[in-house]
């Protein structure tokens, strides 16, 4: 039992993707979200709420209409209207400056190019952008457009830690290319990947507290290993098997 403690994280990361995808359920690859909506819904949610995010979304297109509204508008005003977010005064030209490039560079508010660019590329792109970050530019390429790359928020980066997929000093930017490098170079495992963690990291492997009897990763968990000790047969027999809804509402 004790010898999967010792697995190289590789194989920890494999078993991960394994465990919680059958604890989930697989994804469907088809995009949540229309591009321009997953990129600038996205920058609204920077440590934001899921409610607060879609709120501040929907009420800037209730107030100006669309894209063009937006740019158009005046910057105070569409930061009221998206006052629910974190940072709405930084937001708000942010906003109207990506809007302002994408139109003078394509000549309409479409994303559509980066499905033809080589991945590197796209995210050059869109990390040039202000205040999109690699996990933005990822969640974009791969929610999107399918592209093989690896979005790495804190929720991710916490159980990718905890459980020895990388180390304890591998930071969030470091961890998207570490934890890619240990994937097949496939969308749809990276996508599945991506949220499985994400909402293990949501539900069960909280920041403060974690509810690590009932992780089906114990079996191999750093974290677990350093405060209870080896799971037990019994401990592990005890651990639910597939998300149960009634404990909340995963956000897709």
């Not at 009897?213 to 677990?224: A, M, Q």
């Amino acid at each position: 039992m004790t010898d999967a403690y010792a697995l190289p994280p590789a194989q920890k990361t494999w078993q991960d993707h394994v465990i919680l995808n059958e604890f989930f359920g697989p994804l469907d690859p088809t995009p949540r979200r229309a591009p321009m909506r997953e990129l600038i819904s996205t920058l609204l949610s920077h440590r934001t709420t899921h409610r607060d995010e879609e709120l501040a979304y929907d009420r800037m297109l209730e107030a100006f209409t669309d894209w063009e509204g937006v740019l158009a508008a005046p910057t105070t005003e569409l930061a009221h209207a998206i006052r629910t977010t974190r940072w709405p005064d930084t937001q708000a030209p942010r906003i109207q400056e990506i809007l302002r490039r994408i139109k003078a560079e394509q000549g309409a508010f479409t994303l559509d190019f980066l499905a033809d660019w080589p991945v590197e590329k796209g995210l050059e792109w869109l990390t040039a952008m202000p205040g999109i970050g690699l996990k933005t530019a990822s969640l974009v390429l791969l929610f999107t457009y399918q592209k093989p790359v690896l979005p790495v928020d804190v929720h991710v980066h916490r159980v990718a830690q905890r459980v020895g997929m990388i180390g304890p000093k591998v930071s969030v930017e470091k961890a998207h290319q570490v934890l890619l490098e240990q994937l097949p170079k496939d969308a749809l495992v990276l996508l599945n990947f991506h949220k499985h963690n994400y909402w293990h990291g949501q539900h069960v492997c909280f920041f403060a507290k974690p509810d690590c009897p009932r992780c089906l990763l114990k079996g191999f968990c750093n974290y677990y290993l350093e405060h209870y000790g080896p799971a037990t047969a019994e401990a592990l027999a005890a651990t639910p098997t597939h998300w149960d809804s009634a404990r909340g509402t995963l956000q897709h």
